[in-house]
């Protein structure tokens, strides 16, 4: 049937009917929301690229967690490290004092109803800003497994509910299932990184978490922005190395790999609205150019009806109190 039959204004009629025929919601429980943690006593160092977020020590990421999950109920948070001293290959960040492992375990003692996802790679840990240990001007694959592996066991020994290796290494998920194995973590689950772009999009975190490559960029190992297909052999892998969840990222400009993604497998797909994704809407709010709480349910939503069963995103506590203030 069509026009004048069919009149799909009808269900556009009053705010009910809307309400009753509406396809995506997001939910408090989609969302996750990330922080940076770095050493000291009550530092709170705002991040000038990504306003209304901090670099945060210990006792203050206790202090700004409990209020998240006292004022929104959000009860998932994503860890990022920035460490006192930095290495040739990460290993500062194998052992138990080293900075997200000491904040893992005081969330654990003050707010244990939060589950801690950590991310696993070491960008944020060697002296030249590169996800793993670089051999002849390159990272090597092999070498940077190990490290992984034991970074991973180490988040999971303090604590960690669920490790998210973040590097793009081959053969990872299989390394670090076998090392949280091993050590007695079979419980633990990865959510891995799976199609992650070498995208332009993460400028804002690199200022966050003091992470950018001293030399050269990260498409040796990240994706290049132009491929699907192999985006889907990536998430094929990483399943098949025993990966509990995939993720997408960023996601706004790659709603189309989302997609595909939760068409092809039948696993949960995260997607990580990521810093640059923020900091854009944020620009745009401070010069009064968008309706920012509109423009953030718009991109959650959106994220969430292309495919994305879980979202990671800088606006989720910020979401959260938008939705249930009148
Ligand atoms: C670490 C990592 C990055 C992000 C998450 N984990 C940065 C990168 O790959 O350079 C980016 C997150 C964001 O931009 O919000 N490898």
């Excluded at 943690?37 to 530092?43: A, D, L, R």
Aim: a negative charge.
């Amino acid at each position: 049937m069509s026009f004048p039959i069919t009149r799909l204004r009808r269900l556009r009629k009053s705010p009910a009917i809307r309400n009753m025929v509406r396809e995506t919601v997001v939910n408090r429980d989609d969302l996750i929301m990330p922080y940076f943690v770095c050493p000291g006593e009550g530092v709170r160092n705002p991040i000038k690229s990504m306003p209304g977020n901090y670099q945060l020590s210990v006792d203050l990421l206790v202090e700004e967690i409990k209020d998240l999950y006292s004022t929104t109920g959000i009860d998932k948070v994503l860890l990022f490290g920035i460490p006192e001293k930095k290495d040739e290959d990460g290993s500062v960040a194998c052992h138990q004092d080293a900075i997200v492992p000491r904040a893992i375990r005081a969330l654990k003692k003050a707010v244990p109803e939060v589950m801690i996802v950590a991310d696993v790679c070491n960008c944020e840990y060697t002296t030249h800003g590169h996800c793993g240990t670089i051999v002849d001007g390159d990272v090597n694959n092999d070498l940077t497994l190990k490290t992984l592996a034991a970074q991973s066991v180490t988040l999971a020994e303090a604590g960690a509910d669920i490790v998210a290796p973040s590097d793009m290494m081959d053969g990872r998920v299989a390394a670090i299932r076998k090392a949280l194995d091993e050590n007695g973590f079979e419980n633990t689950p990865i959510m891995a990184y799976s199609a992650k772009y070498a995208s332009a999009f993460y400028g804002p975190f690199r200022d966050a978490a003091e992470s950018a490559p001293q030399f050269g960029d990260r498409s040796t190992y990240q994706m290049d922005p132009a491929n699907s297909n192999e985006a889907l052999r990536e998430v094929r892998e990483d399943i098949n190395e025993g990966a509990d969840m995939v993720m997408v990222k960023p996601a706004l400009s790659y709603l189309d790999v989302i997609n595909r993604v939760k068409a092809t497998f039948n696993i949960p797909v995260v997607a990580y609205n990521v810093s640059g994704e923020f900091s854009m809407v944020k620009a745009a709010a401070q010069n009064g150019w968008i309706d920012e709480k509109r423009i953030i349910k718009e991109i959650l939503t959106s994220i969430k009806r292309a495919g994305a069963d879980i979202i990671i995103t800088y606006h989720a506590k910020e979401f959260v109190l938008n939705s249930v203030s009148p």
